[in-house]
């Protein structure tokens, strides 16, 4: 008899990052990824790594930044309101191309909000949520044992693009204690970080130059526009390979980013797209069309950003009615409705703090 | 090798007569006098004009945002403690990264901090800062400056900083006091008046001789402040960091089922107590007694952020199949155990179809539900507040017939420290649900 652990998301997030090798760690106290920050300050010293509680949101992610640019593999957690704080540094992370991996424990908002709430409002707000406007990486696990994967996952993506990736969960998937088999934990390897010690610390061609760490060379970081060596430029020529290197980096390689799961039903015309804990009640709720002989398809969006547009248009085929289902006044359904391609796109949206319901789901298919 | 010089051969980008050129050339002679490894410093630069210095420098460099610049030097001197930091900001920095400044004089994380401090923002075009005294006239305080200004040396000192040294950039032994800053364990600060001769010079008709009697007239004293043996933070954290190195790592109690109970469909177990009343943790036991018998559980718990005061309520999902949406829907069995349970579960009361569990004190209460009273006093053992969740619990779930005492003794079993206690409050659960009920099992 195979056997069972009864545990939460905060719990597989840590343990996805301490497989990937994450020896640097730094939060601010917020509900309801506290339980990260705790797990992480008694884990990382018996591996020989650091976790700081930094006086606030902005010094926690400065020194995971500085940390990360003197070779550590770092991580940072928080909740909506940590992500105001977090939004300038995040840019510069963007800009002076640190791997770092954010994971948002989203909370119901606007601010202070519900903080033992779930919810899902922080989708579009980790996507535009600093200056510039350039493509982030965002993964949203919909259980725990994906909260593993694909914590996993994000440090491999934050090392092989050299940039942020948020990890966006909520409450309830952190928080709720479920009952995962022993042998559900699905690892990925995670890159290894190709470093140099001399030559310039940046290259704009490619998706990831070789990292250059201080204390092996003289190196050079900033978060200004510059040049391949660090050193501030405004010569539109090099500011403009910058930038466009910063976009198409990602934008390029969406092949290797784009991630979702697909559970298509022949005949069926409605599609089901939703993420993160939402994605649970739609797989409840297609088990329970199905049983009663309804047809429907499903998606699983597990990389939010980039938007897995390739492999949301192949779900899309031969359905003429899709329902996008998520925690906040109705986000990503836009994103949806833009590639929809002309089809009756209908969005399930809930915002007084309660999960959506299986149930909810099986009304578009009364 | 000899380093003769860490400068790069640019020439410094500040306006004629601007103070930090000299304070820079005296970095560099410190620089000197250490013969400091240039891939061992990094140097970590605030905004501002001040924030260009890094640039003329032949060692690693941090530009960073504006305030933040101790942040990033904590990160790099908690990775690597072996590397000299060097941090260059200007007044303006220690307004907007007040926070830091405190807590990295707290921490003594082992940092040098160079305030290029001339009373105003020069790059921006002469606003006040927090240093600008008390009448002087910037491009914000056209009729005289309100504010007081903040005592950077005052403030870092009490807060337990290592070395603490206000000065000049006309004092002779500068570079002798960087060296000095540089070499004493935990935070380092230098607080090192110039002047703005693009806006603070020229709006207040100052110059070398004003820069030290404005020292004096605030009573503000110069030279060495504070010279203290601190534990540096990073040394220090890996110091104490050694003490768990053998420690077990984060395991999380695999549990092998032992048992069958089946059930035709996910029953949902609410049970409403208060803060304080181990409600989760019954819930917990419950929920692995079910693990136990093969079925699979999902634990979800509603408190309010105060913890310890108000409603505990916690939800488990009892299903024979992986409960994918752990959602607070209708109970199949609700359990109350106290006036803030009663709120938060009293909706269900009018349209329950299950079976409702409470304590005596609520024996009249209205349901459409079936309403069962569980009344402590029939256990043998006095049941008290922390073993009422789990005994109420044990015996709604046996009265429903949903687990076993074989499962649920097995399950407060893997905790040994609370044992004796849970086993007496599950004896009391049995007593209170009239016996061992026959449990549903294959």
Same mark, same amino acid.
């Given at each position: 008899? !195979?056997?069972?652990?009864?545990?939460?998301?905060?719990?597989?997030?840590?343990?996805?990052?301490?497989?990937?090798?994450?020896?640097?760690?730094?939060?601010?106290?917020?509900?309801?990824? !506290?339980?990260?920050?705790?797990?992480?300050?008694?884990?990382?010293?018996?591996?020989?790594? *650091?976790?700081?509680?930094?006086?606030?949101?902005?010094?926690?992610?400065?020194?995971?930044?500085?940390?990360?640019?003197?070779?550590?593999?770092?991580?940072?957690?928080?909740?909506?309101?940590?992500?105001?704080?977090?939004?300038?540094?995040?840019?510069?992370?963007?800009?002076?191309?640190?791997?770092?991996?954010?994971?948002?424990?989203?909370?119901?908002?606007?601010?202070?909000?519900?903080?033992?709430?779930?919810?899902?409002?922080?989708?579009?707000?980790?996507?535009?949520?600093?200056?510039?406007?350039?493509?982030?990486?965002?993964?949203?696990?919909?259980?725990?044992?994906?909260?593993?994967?694909?914590?996993?996952?994000?440090?491999?993506?934050?090392?092989?693009?050299?940039?942020?990736?948020?990890?966006?969960?909520?409450?309830?998937?952190?928080?709720?204690?479920?009952?995962?088999?022993?042998?559900?934990?699905?690892?990925?390897?995670?890159?290894?970080?190709?470093?140099?010690?001399?030559?310039?610390?940046?290259?704009?061609?490619?998706?990831?130059?070789?990292?250059?760490?201080?204390?092996?060379?003289?190196?050079?970081?900033?978060?200004?526009?510059?040049?391949?060596?660090?050193?501030?430029?405004?010569?539109?020529?090099?500011?403009?390979?910058?930038?466009?290197?910063?976009?198409?980096?990602?934008?390029?390689?969406?092949?290797? *980013?784009?991630?979702?799961?697909?559970?298509?039903?022949?005949?069926?015309?409605?599609?089901?797209?939703?993420?993160? *804990?939402?994605?649970?009640?739609?797989?409840?709720?297609?088990?329970?069309?199905?049983?009663?002989?309804?047809?429907?398809?499903?998606?699983?969006?597990?990389?939010?950003?980039?938007?897995?547009?390739?492999?949301?248009?192949?779900?899309?085929?031969?359905?003429?009615?899709?329902?996008?289902?998520?925690?906040?006044?109705?986000?990503?359904?836009?994103?949806?409705?833009?590639?929809?391609?002309?089809?009756?796109?209908?969005?399930?949206?809930?915002?007084?703090?309660?999960?959506?319901?299986?149930?909810?789901?099986?009304?578009?298919?009364? | 090798?000899?380093?003769?010089?860490?400068?790069?051969?640019?020439?410094?980008?500040?306006?004629?007569?601007?103070?930090?050129?000299?304070?820079?050339?005296?970095?560099?002679?410190?620089?000197?006098?250490?013969?400091?490894?240039?891939?061992?410093?990094?140097?970590?630069?605030?905004?501002?004009?001040?924030?260009?210095?890094?640039?003329?420098?032949?060692?690693?460099?941090?530009?960073?945002?504006?305030?933040?610049?101790?942040?990033?030097?904590?990160?790099?001197?908690?990775?690597?403690?072996?590397?000299?930091?060097?941090?260059?900001?200007?007044?303006?920095?220690?307004?907007?990264?007040?926070?830091?400044?405190?807590?990295?004089?707290?921490?003594?994380?082992?940092?040098?901090?160079?305030?290029?401090?001339?009373?105003?923002?020069?790059?921006?075009?002469?606003?006040?800062?927090?240093?600008?005294?008390?009448?002087?006239?910037?491009?914000?305080?056209?009729?005289?400056?309100?504010?007081?200004?903040?005592?950077?040396?005052?403030?870092?000192?009490?807060?337990?900083?290592?070395?603490?040294?206000?000065?000049?950039?006309?004092?002779?032994?500068?570079?002798?006091?960087?060296?000095?800053?540089?070499?004493?364990?935990?935070?380092?600060?230098?607080?090192?008046?110039?002047?703005?001769?693009?806006?603070?010079?020229?709006?207040?008709?100052?110059?070398?001789?004003?820069?030290?009697?404005?020292?004096?007239?605030?009573?503000?004293?110069?030279?060495?402040?504070?010279?203290?043996?601190?534990?540096?933070?990073?040394?220090?954290?890996?110091?104490?960091?050694?003490?768990?190195?053998?420690?077990?790592?984060?395991?999380?109690?695999?549990?092998?089922?032992?048992?069958?109970?089946?059930?035709?469909?996910?029953?949902?177990?609410?049970?409403?107590?208060?803060?304080?009343?181990?409600?989760?943790?019954?819930?917990?036991? *419950?929920?692995?007694?079910?693990?136990?018998?093969?079925?699979?559980?999902?634990?979800?718990?509603?408190?309010?952020?105060?913890?310890?005061?108000?409603?505990?309520?916690?939800?488990?999902?009892?299903?024979?199949?992986?409960?994918?949406?752990?959602?607070?829907?209708?109970?199949?069995?609700?359990?109350?155990?106290?006036?803030?349970?009663?709120?938060?579960?009293?909706?269900?009361?009018?349209?329950?179809?299950?079976?409702?569990?409470?304590?005596?004190?609520?024996?009249?209460?209205?349901?459409?539900?079936?309403?069962?009273?569980?009344?402590?006093?029939?256990?043998?053992?006095?049941?008290?507040?922390?073993?009422?969740?789990?005994?109420?619990?044990?015996?709604?779930?046996?009265?429903?017939?949903?687990?076993?005492?074989?499962?649920?003794?097995?399950?407060?079993?893997?905790?040994?420290?609370?044992?004796?206690?849970?086993?007496?409050?599950?004896?009391?659960?049995?007593?209170?649900?009239?016996?061992?009920?026959?449990?549903?099992?294959?």
């Amino acid at each position: 008899m !195979s056997a069972y652990e009864f545990t939460d998301g905060a719990t597989a997030i840590v343990r996805g990052a301490l497989d990937a090798g994450c020896d640097f760690f730094a939060g601010y106290p917020i509900t309801p990824a !506290s339980q990260i920050l705790m797990m992480m300050m008694a884990e990382l010293p018996k591996t020989g790594g *650091i976790a700081m509680q930094g006086e606030d949101e902005i010094a926690s992610i400065g020194m995971c930044i500085g940390a990360t640019m003197a070779g550590a593999r770092a991580m940072t957690a928080t909740s909506g309101p940590g992500i105001s704080l977090y939004s300038e540094n995040i840019g510069m992370a963007i800009m002076g191309e640190v791997p770092l991996v954010i994971v948002d424990v989203q909370r119901l908002g606007p601010s202070t909000g519900g903080a033992t709430t779930a919810a899902q409002g922080d989708v579009e707000f980790v996507r535009w949520g600093t200056g510039g406007g350039y493509p982030i990486i965002a993964l949203a696990p919909s259980s725990i044992p994906e909260s593993y994967t694909l914590t996993m996952k994000a440090f491999d993506l934050a090392e092989r693009f050299r940039c942020p990736v948020f990890l966006l969960t909520d409450k309830e998937i952190n928080l709720t204690r479920n009952t995962v088999p022993t042998d559900a934990y699905v690892s990925v390897p995670v890159l290894k970080r190709e470093t140099i010690d001399q030559g310039a610390p940046y290259r704009f061609s490619g998706n990831s130059s070789p990292m250059e760490l201080y204390g092996t060379g003289v190196v050079r970081f900033t978060g200004s526009t510059h040049n391949e060596e660090a050193m501030i430029s405004k010569d539109p020529e090099v500011v403009g390979r910058l930038n466009e290197h910063l976009r198409s980096k990602i934008l390029s390689h969406r092949d290797e *980013i784009e991630m979702l799961v697909c559970d298509p039903e022949v005949g069926a015309t409605t599609l089901f797209v939703s993420y993160g *804990i939402t994605a649970g009640a739609m797989r409840e709720a297609v088990t329970k069309a199905r049983s009663s002989g309804m047809k429907v398809s499903a998606v699983t969006v597990q990389t939010l950003w980039p938007i897995p547009e390739t492999g949301l248009k192949q779900a899309f085929e031969g359905v003429d009615r899709i329902v996008v289902a998520e925690l906040n006044p109705g986000l990503y359904v836009r994103e949806i409705e833009r590639i929809a391609g002309g089809r009756e796109v209908h969005g399930l949206q809930r915002i007084d703090g309660e999960l959506i319901s299986p149930s909810q789901f099986l009304e578009f298919l009364a | 090798m000899t380093v003769e010089t860490y400068r790069t051969e640019g020439s410094y980008p500040f306006c004629p007569g601007c103070g930090h050129s000299s304070v820079l050339d005296s970095l560099n002679k410190a620089l000197v006098m250490q013969q400091i490894d240039p891939a061992n410093l990094v140097i970590v630069t605030d905004i501002g004009c001040s924030g260009l210095s890094d640039q003329y420098f032949e060692t690693s460099a941090f530009h960073g945002l504006h305030g933040r610049s101790l942040t990033y030097a904590t990160g790099i001197k908690l990775a690597r403690p072996d590397l000299h930091v060097v941090v260059i900001m200007g007044d303006g920095g220690t307004g907007i990264g007040g926070a830091h400044l405190l807590n990295a004089a707290r921490r003594n994380i082992g940092v040098t901090l160079l305030v290029l401090n001339n009373m105003n923002f020069g790059m921006t075009g002469g606003q006040h800062s927090t240093t600008t005294p008390t009448g002087s006239i910037t491009a914000t305080t056209r009729s005289g400056n309100l504010e007081h200004p903040l005592d950077i040396c005052g403030t870092v000192g009490v807060n337990g900083a290592a070395y603490v040294y206000r000065g000049t950039n006309f004092d002779k032994d500068l570079p002798e006091r960087i060296v000095e800053a540089m070499q004493t364990p935990g935070f380092a600060l230098m607080d090192i008046w110039d002047l703005c001769t693009a806006y603070f010079v020229p709006n207040n008709t100052f110059g070398k001789r004003s820069l030290i009697a404005a020292q004096e007239e605030l009573g503000l004293e110069a030279g060495l402040l504070y010279k203290r043996d601190v534990d540096e933070y990073a040394a220090a954290y890996r110091a104490a960091g050694e003490r768990f190195k053998d420690a077990k790592r984060l395991h999380v109690r695999a549990i092998t089922p032992n048992s069958i109970a089946e059930l035709d469909r996910p029953m949902n177990v609410m049970v409403a107590g208060s803060a304080g009343g181990k409600v989760r943790s019954a819930a917990k036991m *419950i929920a692995e007694a079910a693990i136990r018998s093969s079925l699979y559980v999902a634990q979800r718990d509603d408190y309010p952020i105060t913890v310890k005061s108000g409603h505990s309520v916690s939800q488990i999902v009892l299903s024979s199949r992986y409960v994918d949406f752990p959602g607070m829907q209708e109970p199949d069995v609700l359990v109350i155990l106290t006036d803030d349970g009663m709120r938060k579960s009293r909706r269900y009361l009018p349209t329950m179809k299950g079976a409702v569990y409470v304590v005596p004190q609520y024996a009249d209460i209205e349901t459409t539900g079936s309403l069962m009273v569980l009344d402590p006093a029939r256990a043998e053992s006095r049941v008290g507040r922390s073993e009422l969740a789990l005994a109420v619990l044990s015996g709604a779930v046996l009265h429903q017939g949903l687990l076993t005492v074989d499962a649920l003794r097995s399950a407060v079993n893997a905790y040994p420290a609370f044992a004796e206690k849970n086993l007496q409050a599950i004896d009391a659960g049995i007593a209170m649900a009239g016996g061992e009920a026959p449990a549903n099992e294959a």
